[in-house]
Protein backbone atom coordinates (compact mmCIF):
# COMPACT_ATOMS: atom_id res chain seq x y z
CA UNK A 1 0.00 0.00 0.00
CA UNK A 2 1.31 3.13 -0.95
CA UNK A 3 -0.71 6.83 -0.57
CA UNK A 4 -0.01 8.24 -4.28
CA UNK A 5 -0.26 6.28 -7.46
CA UNK A 6 1.44 8.66 -10.06
CA UNK A 7 1.12 7.86 -13.54
CA UNK A 8 4.20 9.68 -15.80
CA UNK A 9 7.44 10.39 -15.04
CA UNK A 10 7.87 13.42 -17.07
CA UNK A 11 9.04 16.91 -15.38
CA UNK A 12 4.95 17.20 -13.45
CA UNK A 13 5.28 13.27 -12.04
CA UNK A 14 9.12 13.84 -11.21
CA UNK A 15 8.75 17.02 -9.64
CA UNK A 16 5.41 15.98 -7.65
CA UNK A 17 6.95 12.48 -6.76
CA UNK A 18 9.58 14.51 -5.37
CA UNK A 19 7.24 16.74 -3.42
CA UNK A 20 5.36 14.09 -1.76
CA UNK A 21 8.66 11.95 -0.61
CA UNK A 22 9.89 14.81 0.90
CA UNK A 23 6.48 15.20 2.66
CA UNK A 24 7.08 11.76 4.22
CA UNK A 25 4.42 10.37 1.52
CA UNK A 26 4.85 6.90 -0.05
CA UNK A 27 4.82 6.84 -4.23
CA UNK A 28 4.91 4.78 -7.00
CA UNK A 29 5.59 5.82 -10.11
CA UNK A 30 4.69 4.06 -13.35
CA UNK A 31 6.63 5.57 -16.72
CA UNK A 32 8.12 4.14 -19.79
CA UNK A 33 10.82 6.67 -19.89
CA UNK A 34 11.21 5.64 -23.71
CA UNK A 35 8.04 7.38 -24.54
CA UNK A 36 8.38 10.79 -23.61
CA UNK A 37 7.65 13.23 -26.07
CA UNK A 38 8.14 15.89 -24.29
CA UNK A 39 10.24 16.86 -20.97
CA UNK A 40 12.79 14.12 -22.73
CA UNK A 41 12.99 16.60 -25.88
CA UNK A 42 12.68 20.06 -23.35
CA UNK A 43 15.90 22.24 -24.03
CA UNK A 44 15.50 23.34 -20.60
CA UNK A 45 15.54 27.16 -21.21
CA UNK A 46 13.93 29.08 -17.78
CA UNK A 47 13.62 32.65 -18.38
CA UNK A 48 11.38 35.63 -16.50
CA UNK A 49 11.02 37.45 -19.58
CA UNK A 50 9.33 35.91 -22.67
CA UNK A 51 6.96 36.12 -25.63
CA UNK A 52 7.07 37.77 -28.93
CA UNK A 53 6.47 40.96 -26.68
CA UNK A 54 8.84 40.25 -23.99
CA UNK A 55 6.76 40.90 -21.18
CA UNK A 56 7.02 39.25 -17.63
CA UNK A 57 6.14 35.91 -17.54
CA UNK A 58 2.85 35.15 -15.22
CA UNK A 59 3.84 34.92 -11.66
CA UNK A 60 7.20 35.10 -12.61
CA UNK A 61 8.62 36.24 -8.70
CA UNK A 62 6.98 33.39 -7.01
CA UNK A 63 7.69 30.80 -9.64
CA UNK A 64 11.01 32.05 -9.96
CA UNK A 65 11.67 31.89 -6.67
CA UNK A 66 10.42 28.44 -5.87
CA UNK A 67 12.83 26.78 -8.86
CA UNK A 68 15.47 28.49 -7.42
CA UNK A 69 15.22 26.50 -4.29
CA UNK A 70 14.13 23.32 -5.82
CA UNK A 71 16.29 22.15 -8.49
CA UNK A 72 19.08 23.15 -6.35
CA UNK A 73 17.84 21.31 -2.98
CA UNK A 74 17.12 18.36 -5.00
CA UNK A 75 20.63 18.35 -7.08
CA UNK A 76 22.24 17.96 -3.76
CA UNK A 77 19.89 15.69 -2.07
CA UNK A 78 20.56 13.69 -5.37
CA UNK A 79 24.32 14.69 -5.59
CA UNK A 80 23.72 15.17 -9.11
CA UNK A 81 24.10 18.22 -11.49
CA UNK A 82 21.51 19.71 -13.58
CA UNK A 83 20.65 22.83 -12.65
CA UNK A 84 22.56 25.99 -14.69
CA UNK A 85 21.82 29.62 -14.05
CA UNK A 86 23.24 31.76 -16.78
CA UNK A 87 22.26 35.06 -18.31
CA UNK A 88 20.41 35.41 -21.40
CA UNK A 89 21.06 37.74 -24.16
CA UNK A 90 18.55 39.55 -26.40
CA UNK A 91 19.48 41.28 -29.20
CA UNK A 92 17.49 44.75 -30.19
CA UNK A 93 16.05 44.94 -33.60
CA UNK A 94 15.69 49.11 -33.69
CA UNK A 95 16.56 52.06 -32.13
CA UNK A 96 13.06 52.30 -31.32
CA UNK A 97 12.84 48.46 -29.07
CA UNK A 98 15.99 49.80 -27.59
CA UNK A 99 14.17 53.08 -26.38
CA UNK A 100 11.10 50.78 -25.29
CA UNK A 101 13.29 48.53 -23.02
CA UNK A 102 14.74 51.40 -21.31
CA UNK A 103 11.37 52.55 -20.47
CA UNK A 104 10.88 49.19 -19.11
CA UNK A 105 13.71 48.51 -17.14
CA UNK A 106 12.90 51.81 -15.15
CA UNK A 107 10.08 49.96 -13.34
CA UNK A 108 10.78 48.62 -10.23
CA UNK A 109 8.90 45.31 -10.85
CA UNK A 110 11.24 44.71 -14.00
CA UNK A 111 14.54 45.94 -12.20
CA UNK A 112 14.92 42.67 -10.63
CA UNK A 113 15.03 40.82 -13.86
CA UNK A 114 17.39 42.88 -16.05
CA UNK A 115 21.09 42.29 -15.56
CA UNK A 116 21.75 45.13 -18.61
CA UNK A 117 21.01 47.44 -21.37
CA UNK A 118 23.14 47.71 -23.94
CA UNK A 119 22.72 50.31 -26.22
CA UNK A 120 25.37 49.45 -29.05
CA UNK A 121 26.67 45.58 -30.16
CA UNK A 122 28.13 44.33 -27.12
CA UNK A 123 28.52 40.57 -28.41
CA UNK A 124 28.93 40.93 -31.93
CA UNK A 125 31.76 38.76 -32.36
CA UNK A 126 28.86 36.07 -31.40
CA UNK A 127 25.69 37.74 -32.24
CA UNK A 128 23.72 39.66 -34.74
CA UNK A 129 23.13 42.94 -32.55
CA UNK A 130 23.95 45.96 -34.53
CA UNK A 131 21.47 47.93 -32.13
CA UNK A 132 22.37 46.20 -28.42
CA UNK A 133 20.44 44.31 -26.54
CA UNK A 134 19.30 43.29 -22.81
CA UNK A 135 20.58 40.90 -20.88
CA UNK A 136 18.22 39.20 -18.54
CA UNK A 137 19.32 37.61 -15.02
CA UNK A 138 17.88 34.62 -13.13
CA UNK A 139 17.41 32.25 -16.51
CA UNK A 140 19.55 29.18 -17.58
CA UNK A 141 18.69 25.86 -18.12
CA UNK A 142 17.78 22.54 -16.43
CA UNK A 143 19.48 19.62 -17.92
CA UNK A 144 15.75 18.13 -17.72
CA UNK A 145 17.39 14.22 -19.24
CA UNK A 146 19.84 14.24 -16.57
CA UNK A 147 16.91 15.19 -13.60
CA UNK A 148 14.43 12.69 -14.95
CA UNK A 149 17.24 10.21 -14.90
CA UNK A 150 18.31 11.26 -11.44
CA UNK A 151 14.96 11.41 -9.83
CA UNK A 152 14.23 7.57 -11.40
CA UNK A 153 17.45 6.25 -10.16
CA UNK A 154 16.01 7.62 -6.33
CA UNK A 155 12.74 6.26 -6.84
CA UNK A 156 13.79 2.83 -7.98
CA UNK A 157 16.15 2.64 -4.94
CA UNK A 158 12.92 3.40 -2.58
CA UNK A 159 11.11 0.71 -4.99
CA UNK A 160 9.01 3.45 -5.94
CA UNK A 161 9.29 3.68 -9.35
CA UNK A 162 7.82 0.25 -12.47
CA UNK A 163 8.70 0.51 -15.69
CA UNK A 164 5.47 -0.09 -17.22
CA UNK A 165 2.76 1.53 -18.95
CA UNK A 166 -0.56 1.84 -16.74
CA UNK A 167 -3.38 -0.40 -18.61
CA UNK A 168 -6.70 1.86 -17.43
CA UNK A 169 -8.60 -1.27 -17.76
CA UNK A 170 -6.82 -2.90 -14.41
CA UNK A 171 -7.87 0.34 -12.55
CA UNK A 172 -10.57 0.19 -9.95
CA UNK A 173 -11.26 2.89 -7.23
CA UNK A 174 -13.26 3.60 -4.42
CA UNK A 175 -14.03 6.46 -2.27
CA UNK A 176 -11.39 5.84 -0.02
CA UNK A 177 -9.00 3.20 -2.05
CA UNK A 178 -7.35 2.94 -5.76
CA UNK A 179 -6.35 -0.60 -6.99
CA UNK A 180 -4.08 -1.32 -9.78
CA UNK A 181 -2.93 -5.24 -10.39
CA UNK A 182 -1.46 -5.46 -6.86
CA UNK A 183 -0.20 -2.55 -6.19
CA UNK A 184 -3.11 0.00 -3.50
CA UNK A 185 -3.06 3.65 -3.20
CA UNK A 186 -5.49 6.09 -1.41
CA UNK A 187 -5.28 8.46 -4.52
CA UNK A 188 -3.95 8.15 -8.15
CA UNK A 189 -2.65 10.92 -10.29
CA UNK A 190 -2.50 11.33 -13.48
CA UNK A 191 1.15 13.25 -15.27
CA UNK A 192 0.41 11.56 -18.38
CA UNK A 193 1.39 14.70 -20.50
CA UNK A 194 -0.36 14.76 -24.20
CA UNK A 195 -1.32 11.13 -23.65
CA UNK A 196 -4.87 10.71 -23.16
CA UNK A 197 -6.60 8.67 -20.37
CA UNK A 198 -10.15 7.64 -20.79
CA UNK A 199 -11.21 9.22 -17.19
CA UNK A 200 -10.02 12.27 -18.16
CA UNK A 201 -10.18 12.28 -21.77
CA UNK A 202 -12.63 15.49 -21.44
CA UNK A 203 -9.61 17.54 -19.61
CA UNK A 204 -8.79 19.72 -22.46
CA UNK A 205 -4.98 19.13 -22.94
CA UNK A 206 -4.15 19.67 -26.22
CA UNK A 207 -0.50 18.94 -28.06
CA UNK A 208 1.68 21.78 -29.10
CA UNK A 209 3.98 20.56 -30.99
CA UNK A 210 7.53 21.58 -31.19
CA UNK A 211 11.08 20.81 -32.84
CA UNK A 212 14.38 21.18 -31.96
CA UNK A 213 18.26 21.30 -33.66
CA UNK A 214 21.34 20.35 -32.06
CA UNK A 215 24.40 21.96 -33.57
CA UNK A 216 27.82 21.91 -33.27
CA UNK A 217 30.21 24.85 -32.06
CA UNK A 218 33.94 25.69 -32.11
CA UNK A 219 33.17 28.60 -29.90
CA UNK A 220 32.06 28.60 -26.54
CA UNK A 221 28.91 31.28 -26.48
CA UNK A 222 29.80 33.79 -23.70
CA UNK A 223 25.51 33.07 -22.43
CA UNK A 224 22.26 31.97 -23.83
CA UNK A 225 21.53 33.98 -27.25
CA UNK A 226 17.25 34.16 -27.68
CA UNK A 227 16.10 35.78 -30.35
CA UNK A 228 13.76 33.59 -32.58
CA UNK A 229 15.08 30.53 -31.42
CA UNK A 230 17.33 30.22 -28.20
CA UNK A 231 20.78 28.68 -28.40
CA UNK A 232 21.12 26.28 -25.26
CA UNK A 233 24.43 24.08 -23.68
CA UNK A 234 24.35 20.49 -24.60
CA UNK A 235 26.96 18.35 -23.65
CA UNK A 236 30.37 19.84 -24.59
CA UNK A 237 30.63 21.44 -27.70
CA UNK A 238 26.62 20.50 -28.24
CA UNK A 239 24.06 23.39 -28.12
CA UNK A 240 19.89 22.96 -28.17
CA UNK A 241 17.89 25.37 -30.90
CA UNK A 242 14.46 25.54 -30.48
CA UNK A 243 12.29 25.97 -30.63
CA UNK A 244 9.14 25.64 -33.43
CA UNK A 245 5.42 26.09 -32.59
CA UNK A 246 2.61 23.82 -34.91
CA UNK A 247 -0.66 23.10 -33.95
CA UNK A 248 -1.88 22.10 -37.47
CA UNK A 249 0.68 19.37 -38.32
CA UNK A 250 1.12 16.89 -35.75
CA UNK A 251 3.17 14.30 -37.34
CA UNK A 252 5.04 12.16 -35.05
CA UNK A 253 8.31 12.75 -36.55
CA UNK A 254 10.92 15.77 -37.89
CA UNK A 255 10.59 17.53 -40.34
CA UNK A 256 12.24 19.75 -43.61
CA UNK A 257 10.21 22.64 -43.19
CA UNK A 258 11.11 23.17 -39.17
CA UNK A 259 14.91 22.11 -39.89
CA UNK A 260 14.67 25.40 -42.47
CA UNK A 261 12.72 27.28 -39.67
CA UNK A 262 15.19 26.12 -36.91
CA UNK A 263 18.69 26.74 -39.53
CA UNK A 264 17.37 30.05 -40.68
CA UNK A 265 16.74 32.18 -37.26
CA UNK A 266 19.90 30.72 -35.95
CA UNK A 267 21.42 32.17 -38.78
CA UNK A 268 19.94 35.47 -37.89
CA UNK A 269 20.44 35.11 -34.17
CA UNK A 270 24.39 34.01 -34.07
CA UNK A 271 27.20 35.11 -36.40
CA UNK A 272 28.90 31.58 -35.05
CA UNK A 273 29.53 29.12 -37.75
CA UNK A 274 27.28 26.05 -36.81
CA UNK A 275 26.63 22.52 -37.82
CA UNK A 276 23.41 20.60 -38.00
CA UNK A 277 23.92 17.33 -35.82
CA UNK A 278 20.63 15.96 -35.07
CA UNK A 279 17.13 17.22 -34.92
CA UNK A 280 14.38 16.33 -32.49
CA UNK A 281 10.67 16.57 -31.92
CA UNK A 282 7.86 16.42 -29.10
CA UNK A 283 4.62 17.31 -28.50
CA UNK A 284 3.93 20.01 -25.38
CA UNK A 285 0.78 19.51 -23.19
CA UNK A 286 -1.03 22.72 -23.55
CA UNK A 287 -4.15 23.88 -21.83
CA UNK A 288 -6.65 26.56 -23.73
CA UNK A 289 -5.86 29.76 -21.06
CA UNK A 290 -1.53 28.94 -21.20
CA UNK A 291 -2.73 27.96 -17.05
CA UNK A 292 -1.84 24.08 -15.95
CA UNK A 293 -4.32 21.98 -14.65
CA UNK A 294 -4.51 20.55 -10.71
CA UNK A 295 -7.37 19.29 -9.07
CA UNK A 296 -9.52 16.60 -8.48
CA UNK A 297 -12.42 14.43 -11.30
CA UNK A 298 -15.79 15.63 -10.34
CA UNK A 299 -16.62 12.26 -9.80
CA UNK A 300 -13.77 11.10 -7.87
CA UNK A 301 -11.57 13.13 -5.28
CA UNK A 302 -8.71 10.34 -5.15
CA UNK A 303 -8.40 10.97 -8.54
CA UNK A 304 -6.16 13.49 -9.59
CA UNK A 305 -4.27 15.00 -12.37
CA UNK A 306 -1.50 17.45 -12.40
CA UNK A 307 -1.05 18.64 -16.54
CA UNK A 308 -1.28 21.82 -19.09
CA UNK A 309 2.74 23.03 -18.22
CA UNK A 310 2.60 23.51 -21.96
CA UNK A 311 5.82 25.44 -22.60
CA UNK A 312 7.15 26.25 -19.56
CA UNK A 313 7.93 23.16 -17.67
CA UNK A 314 10.71 23.56 -16.29
CA UNK A 315 9.70 27.09 -14.60
CA UNK A 316 6.09 25.92 -13.44
CA UNK A 317 6.71 22.52 -12.14
CA UNK A 318 8.32 23.12 -8.91
CA UNK A 319 6.00 25.86 -7.37
CA UNK A 320 2.99 24.03 -8.80
CA UNK A 321 4.08 20.12 -7.96
CA UNK A 322 5.02 21.82 -3.88
CA UNK A 323 1.20 23.57 -4.42
CA UNK A 324 -0.47 20.17 -5.51
CA UNK A 325 1.71 17.96 -2.63
CA UNK A 326 0.23 20.75 0.33
CA UNK A 327 -3.29 20.84 -0.94
CA UNK A 328 -2.95 17.00 -0.72
CA UNK A 329 -1.44 16.91 2.45
CA UNK A 330 -4.43 19.25 3.59
CA UNK A 331 -1.84 22.49 4.07
CA UNK A 332 -2.97 24.55 0.89
CA UNK A 333 -5.71 25.08 -1.29
CA UNK A 334 -5.16 24.97 -5.07
CA UNK A 335 -5.41 28.60 -6.78
CA UNK A 336 -8.62 29.06 -8.76
CA UNK A 337 -6.39 30.12 -11.76
CA UNK A 338 -5.27 26.47 -12.10
CA UNK A 339 -7.85 24.50 -10.51
CA UNK A 340 -9.12 21.91 -13.18
CA UNK A 341 -12.17 22.80 -11.97
CA UNK A 342 -12.52 25.85 -14.15
CA UNK A 343 -13.35 23.18 -17.15
CA UNK A 344 -15.71 21.12 -14.93
CA UNK A 345 -18.47 21.42 -17.56
CA UNK A 346 -16.50 19.78 -19.99
CA UNK A 347 -14.70 16.87 -18.17
CA UNK A 348 -17.61 16.81 -15.75
CA UNK A 349 -18.94 14.42 -18.98
CA UNK A 350 -15.99 12.35 -18.70
C1 LIG B 1 10.53 20.95 -28.50
C2 LIG B 1 10.20 21.32 -27.08
C3 LIG B 1 11.01 22.21 -26.42
C4 LIG B 1 10.69 22.59 -25.10
N1 LIG B 1 11.52 23.45 -24.46
C5 LIG B 1 11.21 23.83 -23.18
C6 LIG B 1 12.07 24.70 -22.49
O1 LIG B 1 13.13 25.09 -22.98
N2 LIG B 1 11.70 25.08 -21.22
C7 LIG B 1 10.55 24.65 -20.63
O2 LIG B 1 10.25 25.04 -19.51
N3 LIG B 1 9.73 23.79 -21.28
C8 LIG B 1 10.03 23.37 -22.54
N4 LIG B 1 9.20 22.52 -23.21
C9 LIG B 1 7.93 22.14 -22.55
C10 LIG B 1 8.13 21.04 -21.52
O3 LIG B 1 8.78 20.00 -22.16
C11 LIG B 1 6.76 20.61 -20.97
O4 LIG B 1 6.13 21.69 -20.31
C12 LIG B 1 6.90 19.48 -19.97
O5 LIG B 1 7.84 18.55 -20.43
C13 LIG B 1 5.62 18.75 -19.71
O6 LIG B 1 5.88 17.76 -18.76
P1 LIG B 1 4.83 16.65 -18.36
O7 LIG B 1 5.44 15.83 -17.29
O8 LIG B 1 3.50 17.26 -18.11
O9 LIG B 1 4.62 15.79 -19.67
P2 LIG B 1 5.60 14.73 -20.37
O10 LIG B 1 6.99 15.16 -20.38
O11 LIG B 1 4.95 14.39 -21.67
O12 LIG B 1 5.54 13.46 -19.40
C14 LIG B 1 4.45 12.58 -19.38
C15 LIG B 1 5.00 11.22 -19.04
O13 LIG B 1 3.90 10.33 -18.83
C16 LIG B 1 4.21 9.09 -19.40
N5 LIG B 1 2.94 8.42 -19.65
C17 LIG B 1 1.87 8.88 -20.33
N6 LIG B 1 0.88 7.97 -20.33
C18 LIG B 1 1.35 6.90 -19.62
C19 LIG B 1 0.80 5.63 -19.27
N7 LIG B 1 -0.44 5.25 -19.64
N8 LIG B 1 1.58 4.76 -18.55
C20 LIG B 1 2.83 5.13 -18.15
N9 LIG B 1 3.39 6.32 -18.47
C21 LIG B 1 2.66 7.19 -19.19
C22 LIG B 1 5.00 9.44 -20.66
O14 LIG B 1 5.80 8.36 -21.09
C23 LIG B 1 5.85 10.59 -20.16
O15 LIG B 1 7.06 10.13 -19.62
C24 LIG B 1 9.52 22.08 -24.46
C25 LIG B 1 8.74 21.13 -25.15
C26 LIG B 1 9.07 20.75 -26.44
C27 LIG B 1 8.22 19.73 -27.13
Known sequence: MVDYLIVGQGLAGSCLAWQLLQRGKRVLVLDVPGNNRSSMIAAGLFNPITGKLMSRTWLAETLFQSLYEFYPQAEQNLNQKFFYPMPLYR????????????????????????????????????????FGGIVIKQCGYVDVPVFLQSIRTFLKEQNAFAEEWFDE???????????????????????????????????????????????????????IYNRGVYV??????????????ETQNLSESITEAARFELATRTRELITLPFEIVDQNWGMRPTS????????????????????????????????????LANWLTGSAEILPTVNINRFKALYSKS
Not at 103 to 115: C, H, L, T, V
Not at 298 to 304: D, M, W, Y
Open 91 to 130: PFLSVQEQNEWMGYSAQPENQKFIDHIHTTSAYGDQAHDA
Open 288 to 323: PDRRPMLGHHPNSKNVIIFNGLGTKGVSLAPYFSAQ
Open 169 to 223: TQLQHSATEVTYKHWKASAIIFCTGTSKTNLWKAAPVKPLKGETLTIKLNEKPKL
Open 232 to 245: VPGNENLYKVGATY
